[in-house]
């Protein structure tokens, strides 16, 4: 670290700790051998994020629990890490049923293409977790400072893409993963072997012993389809096609949603596109940016360790001419690409010979209800469906490559537990995003999956007096600044600052190529309808033809228009 830009202060402790692990083991095994409480340590708790879990509690019950003298109601969160959001019907049975016997009962789908289940307790974690393993599915680097779930387009307009980015996110994936064999140790009984002649201890060989300084995205886009969010990445990929071919990928760096409340130098940034790449040397422009964020990014401020701050810090010019460096060659002038919105394709759609049949899962939640058997339907369709099925960045689901002799069956299926498809709900609920939040997450300050739901009914409620009701308009809510819905790019966005309370923001660009601004701070749900309201009529009488919220708002004089992190705050 010897350039003058580089952080050069004491250490965070986590740095210590990752380096003292011996990679990633910690006492986590010991910890889960423990029956006397339903916790592991609060070292192992930070190393368990990268094998794929997170310690929570239950906080609908903290303080009963609290009064009663007992601990609190500990249990985990298992993330599976699925490249791609891609799954075998075969697998989802295994998933659907692990909720059942180890979880809460239901399966979440998350913004990056990923399972999780909720509610695991410390005795069930390592079955959970092995049984995970036996489907060919990991959760290994799902959490922690490294590489987490690469993301690509679930379903592309030119479907014979599909294959190509989705190997490559497969690719990334292996290739970003961690060596250390703690995983297999902990997790799946192997032995540990170490070859102590020729080397008497582990390497990773990409991230070396203390892993990134903070985690880090890569996402996949194919235009016009902007649904991964690819400015929201620490590395985007925009596929670049010629004649209906892929020939690479223009390279955006430097995106991040995460903020903290009253710290102004935290901020969400938009990756910046610094080039173009053949798409054979993708996988060694993304290894080179990986270890520039490694060498370079702040081990000291965990706050600032997010790599969008390492461009911002380095200088966007200085992280261009040292990838060059890094790969011996320069990256060509990006190519020209429209992004056209960030949404899903409901409904049966053909391509390549098959069919996809896209389905609205609210908050990516999959459950049973009284009175929506959404759990069970996609039960009974796996067990007929000989395609895959693939999870959409918008927590929504692709029942794909579908036979033309299977349509029927599963449209029957459809039909018989009344599932709808997402051409059924308001332009706004179909775009609409939320992450967890209470009771689980331990940083949610406010509801988030519980509450939007009800929100945009009574939204909604406004735009059908306004005649707006099939207007697309992208909402997003996040229990904390954590950002993990990627609010900063909605159009209309609420970001919990406490119970029932929120700060919103405006002016987001409807095919996340924009972030948005604070509009109104620390308001509840009558605060919030009240000032949409008249925003929204206005937007019905004087919106130009084709004009999108997130931009009339801005042309209005509602917000200003941000054209980087660094004016978030302004």
């Not at 290994?140 to 893409?161: H, I, K, T």
């Not at 909604?460 to 809510?477: K, N």
């Not at 949409?532 to 084709?546: S, V």
Request: proline fraction near 4%; aromatic fraction near 8%.
């Amino acid at each position: 670290m010897a350039d003058s830009k580089n952080v050069e202060k004491q250490l965070d402790e986590l740095e210590h700790l990752k380096e003292k692990s011996n990679y990633l083991r910690g006492t986590i095994k010991e910890g889960l051998q423990d029956p006397i409480t339903g916790a592991i340590s609060a070292e192992d708790t930070k190393l368990l994020k990268f094998h794929g879990s997170y310690q929570q509690d239950d906080r609908d019950i903290r303080d009963e629990r609290r009064r009663q003298k007992l601990e609190p109601a500990y249990q985990f969160m298992i993330r599976v890490r699925a490249p791609g959001g891609v799954t075998t019907p075969e697998q989802w049975l295994v998933l659907d049923d692990l909720a059942e016997k180890y979880a809460d009962g239901t399966v979440k789908l998350t913004t990056r293409q990923s399972f999780q289940y909720h509610g695991v307790l410390k005795r069930n974690l390592k079955t959970t977790m092995k049984e995970i393993n036996d489907t060919l599915l990991s959760t290994l680097a799902a959490c922690g400072d490294v590489n987490r779930n690469v993301m690509c387009n679930p379903n592309p307009y030119q479907s014979e893409v599909h294959r190509e980015v989705y190997y490559l996110a497969g690719k990334m994936s292996d290739h970003f993963s961690p060596r250390t064999g703690a995983y297999h140790e902990i997790w799946l009984d192997k032995e540990k072997i170490v070859d102590t002649s020729n080397n008497p201890e582990e390497v990773e060989p990409i991230y070396g012993k203390t892993y990134l300084p903070r985690k880090f995205k890569i996402g996949i886009a194919v235009p016009p389809s902007n649904d991964i969010d690819v400015f929201s990445q620490d590395i985007g990929l925009i596929a670049i096609l010629e004649d209906g071919e892929l020939t690479g990928f223009n390279v955006s760096v430097g995106g991040g949603m995460g903020m903290t409340h009253g710290n102004s130098k935290t901020y969400p940034q938009i990756g910046r596109v610094i080039g173009f790449t053949p798409k054979e040397n993708a996988l060694d422009v993304a290894e080179k940016i990986i270890t520039i964020q490694r060498d370079h990014g702040n081990r000291s401020d965990r706050k600032n360790a997010r790599f969008k701050y390492t461009v911002d810090r380095m200088g966007l010019d200085w992280i261009k001419e040292e990838l060059n460096r890094r790969l011996g060659w320069k990256l060509e002038e990006s190519r020209p690409y429209q992004f056209e919105h960030n949404g899903d394709r409901y409904g049966w759609v053909e391509g390549d010979g098959k069919w996809h049949y896209t389905l609205f899962i609210q908050n990516g939640r999959v459950k049973d209800t009284e009175d929506y058997q959404l759990k069970t339907a996609l039960r009974e369709i796996a067990k007929i469906h000989t395609g895959d099925l693939r999870l959409t960045p918008n927590q929504n689901l692709i029942i794909a490559n579908v036979t033309h002799e299977k349509k029927n069956e599963i449209q029957d299926l459809l039909d018989r537990y009344g599932i709808a498809e997402g051409k059924h709900y308001s332009g706004l609920r179909r775009n609409s995003m939320a992450c967890v939040a209470l009771p689980t997450c331990g940083l949610a300050m406010a509801e988030s999956e519980r509450y939007l739901p009800s929100l945009v009914t009574k939204i909604e409620d406004i735009l059908e007096e306004a005649g707006l009701s099939e207007e697309e308009i992208v909402i997003r809510m996040s229990g904390c600044p954590n950002g993990c819905s990627r609010p900063g790019l909605a159009e209309i966005a609420f970001i919990g600052k406490a119970p029932g309370k929120y700060n919103m923001y405006l002016g987001g660009g409807f095919a996340g190529e924009r972030l948005n601004k604070l509009y109104l701070e620390n308001i509840g749900e009558e605060e919030i309808l009240e000032s949409l309201r008249p925003i929204l009529f206005q937007y019905k009488e004087e919106r130009k033809e084709g004009e999108h919220f997130g931009d009339f708002v801005i042309r209005a004089g509602y917000v200003a228009e941000v054209h980087s992190g660094l004016d978030f705050h302004s």
